[in-house]
Nanobody
Framework: QVQLVESGGNLVQPGGSLRLACAAS????????LAWYRQAPGKQRELVAM???????NYADSVKGRFTISRDNAKNTVYLQMNSLKPEDTAVYYC??????????????WGQGTQVTVPS
């Protein structure tokens, strides 16, 4: 069983910064991609940032130039550095792993979410 545990969510003033972290409970046999999604009240969950196994990154237009996704393979952790935060960034942020925990299992795995609040 794989667990993903997010941390780092908080209330921060507009223009501030936060770094989210998502730690996996085990090393994966292989990973296709790591990603951060977010869901604001009354809205659908949306992709914020993704990094592939090759290190290629992709960002939502709304966060380009402000957010950076990175990974530390030795710590089984993916990060989301968020700068110049805006009220519209307020949401629950979820990490996502598309990969294979073992050579015989695989799928999409989600964390429990961490709240980021940027007051207007």
């Amino acid at each position: 069983q794989v667990q993903l545990v997010e941390s780092g969510g908080n209330l921060v003033q507009p223009g501030g910064s936060l770094r989210l972290a998502c730690a996996a409970s085990r090393t994966f046999f292989s990973i296709n991609s790591l990603a951060w999604y977010r869901q604001a009240p009354g809205k659908q969950r949306e992709l914020v940032a993704m990094i592939t196994s090759a290190g290629i990154t992709n960002y939502a237009d709304s966060v380009k130039g402000r957010f950076t996704i990175s990974r530390d393979n030795a710590k089984n952790t993916v990060y989301l550095q968020m700068n110049s935060l805006k009220p519209e960034d307020t949401a629950v942020y979820y990490c996502n792993v598309d990969g294979h925990p073992t050579a015989y299992s695989g799928g999409i795995y989600w964390g429990q979410g961490t709240q980021v609040t940027v007051p207007s």
